[in-house]
């Protein structure tokens, strides 16, 4: 079984950064597809960014150019590095893992970013 916790969430102006946490246990972190979705008040949860176990990444165009998707397998955690964040991020920012040969999609608790002025 995969445990997500997420952290890193808050209030920032327009404009600002944050970075978000996310820690796995319960399974083999470097061999596991780890992503990161949203979903904002009202709205379906949506995928924005992906990395692969060799760290290949990929991005949708609304967040390409502004959030960053890393790992470090030596602390079995995900990142998810956001800048010139705009009213529009504000959501409810989910860490999503999945493991080889397992059909199971793993989920974080869910962090909480509120961009405002």
């Known amino acids: 079984q995969v445990q997500l916790v997420e952290s890193g969430g808050g209030l920032v102006q327009p404009g600002g950064s944050l970075r978000l946490s996310c820690a796995s246990s319960?399974?083999?972190?470097?061999?596991?597809?780890m992503a990161w979705y949203r979903q904002a008040s009202g709205k379906q949860r949506e995928l924005l960014t992906a990395?692969?176990?060799?760290?290949?990444?990929d991005y949708v165009d609304s967040v390409k150019g502004r959030f960053t998707i890393s790992r470090d397998n030596t602390k079995n955690t995900v990142y998810l590095q956001m800048n010139n964040l705009k009213p529009e991020d504000t959501a409810v920012y989910y860490c999503?893992?999945?493991?080889?040969?397992?059909?199971?999609?793993?989920w974080g608790q869910g962090t909480q970013v509120t961009v405002s002025s």
């Open positions: 319960g399974s083999i972190f470097s061999e596991n597809h």
């Open positions: 999503n893992a999945r493991r080889p040969h397992d059909p199971l999609d793993y």
């Open positions: 990395i692969t176990s060799s760290g290949r990444t």
